[in-house]
């Protein structure tokens, strides 16, 4: 006997296809989708605020649904109109098969008009070595109190956590770009400067009590583990830059590499520094780290859009490079050559070209691949925020943009290779604006003329 089966209404029709599409956001975008919902007049610098956010992947779906905790970040990106933001989840969680943590960063990216520089440089960096820490990176398309706001890069947060600290240890450290730039009879002077500026700059303006606090007390030494009201730990700046500044010679050739760094660390963060020229890296934008008792400081570099042809404000680099002797480590690594510091530079920039990770055809299909995943949203993205809103940018486009990171970088590398390639002794292959400093390799010192870093005084 056949049964029959009554006529459903429409409107259970409709509400069970609605539930069966809850799960899914409509198709519009070829990168995944983080929304964000907030008030939005709550929202600062300084203070983590409540929102609900959504992670959807490629194909519309959502992965995940919370309620964390937001606020911008930023300091000279802060100007811009499309901003940053800092995520602190509630529980541990991966993006794009990323580490699970609570901790993300949303970045605007809006100078790096390709945004691809802070994400190549990181993956060049864990190529260089295996035992290099870079955050990874992927790309969303953001939207914020439901409105389109674009291409953002999703970037891990440097925590205690990913770096792989030892929590009992209590000689496992964390900084952020510290102050090892400055003699140690400087730090107390600028510290109380730095708490001057904070009280006073517009930035800060709205800051809750609690949260400039937190500010004035960690920001100059920029300690990030410890928690500084559980140890402060700006006695191991001190006698980091005491032994950088003031050690005798003798003392910093024997120590520098048995007692503080490690070698193969120091000399890939320089080589970046070189293949990037990256002049803002040299005394910030990056954290340096301690594991555990019997571990070197090592660094970590971060926040890489002022490279690859582009300063951090967009405008051109010039050939020159990058004044690495306005650090004191620097100086004194390239005036003392222990370990044989300056032979292995070289060396290992060879082995790394000659390996193919650092070949102009590598680092080209580096760029070619995240293009190809940018492009289909770059239209849009470029609607929101035309590219002649920063006057370094005007009759530029993201095409463009792109082949000026794949031109800057041939000329790079080809200019690396032929210095490298001589015999180590005299190296300068920049022309005539350079001023050669009289130590051997001449290319990793020389110092183009009246170019030097200006730092903030504080």
Request: hydrophobic share 35%; charged share 30%; net charge neutral.
């Amino acid at each position: 006997m056949i049964k029959k089966f009554h006529k459903i209404p429409l409107f259970v029709i409709c509400l069970l296809a609605l539930g069966l599409n809850s799960c899914k956001e409509k198709k519009k975008h070829s990168l995944s989708v983080i929304k964000i919902d907030y008030y939005a007049d709550h929202l600062g610098l300084g203070d983590y605020n409540d929102c609900e956010m959504k992670f959807f992947d490629e194909n519309g779906k959502v992965i995940f649904d919370l309620t964390p905790q937001l606020k911008y970040r930023g300091n000279s990106s802060f100007q811009y109109a499309k901003k940053s933001f800092t995520l602190k989840l509630d529980e541990p969680k991966s993006f794009a098969g990323m580490d699970k943590n609570i901790y993300w960063k949303l970045n605007a990216d809006y100078i790096d008009k390709t945004f691809m520089r802070n994400k190549i440089s990181y993956e060049l960096f864990r190529s260089f070595s295996e035992g290099n820490y870079a955050p990874k990176v992927d790309y969303v398309v953001l939207y914020e109190n439901e409105n389109y706001k674009g291409i953002y890069s999703i970037v891990e947060g440097v925590d205690e956590y990913r770096l792989g600290l030892d929590l009992k240890d209590p000689k496992a450290v964390l900084f952020k770009e510290p102050p090892l730039h400055f003699p140690p009879n400087e730090h107390a002077k600028r510290y109380k400067n730095f708490a001057h500026y904070s009280e006073v700059d517009v930035r800060y303006a709205n800051y809750s009590q609690k949260a400039k606090k937190k500010l004035i007390k960690r920001s100059y030494y920029n300690q990030r583990y410890p928690d500084i009201s559980d140890s402060n730990k700006k006695n191991d700046i001190h006698k980091l830059t005491e032994f950088i500044h003031n050690s005798s010679d003798e003392d910093f050739k024997n120590k520098i590499f048995t007692e503080y760094f490690s070698i193969e660390n120091i000399i890939d963060w320089h080589l970046l520094l070189l293949i990037t020229n990256n002049g803002d890296g040299i005394k910030k934008n990056n954290y340096i780290f301690k594991r555990d008792s019997s571990s070197p400081y090592l660094y970590c570099p971060w926040d890489f859009d002022h490279s690859f042809g582009r300063e951090g404000d967009g405008e051109p680099i010039t050939e020159d490079i990058c004044d690495v002797e306005s650090h004191k480590l620097f100086e004194r690594l390239v005036e003392l050559n222990p370990d044989g510091y300056i032979e292995k530079l070289p060396k290992k920039f060879m082995k790394l070209y000659e390996s193919g990770i650092l070949s102009v055809e590598n680092i080209h299909a580096m760029i070619d691949k995240n293009a190809e995943k940018l492009r289909p949203e770059i239209k849009a993205n470029e609607a929101l925020w035309p590219l002649n809103e920063v006057g370094y940018f005007k009759g530029s486009d993201f095409e463009k943009e792109v082949q000026l990171m794949k031109d800057w970088i041939e000329k790079r590398i080809q200019k690396l290779r032929v210095s490298f390639a001589e015999t180590v002794g005299s190296f300068n292959c920049f022309g005539p604006a350079i001023e050669p400093v009289p130590l051997a390799p001449q290319m990793v010192i020389h110092k183009p003329i009246g170019s030097a870093i200006q730092v903030p005084d504080y």
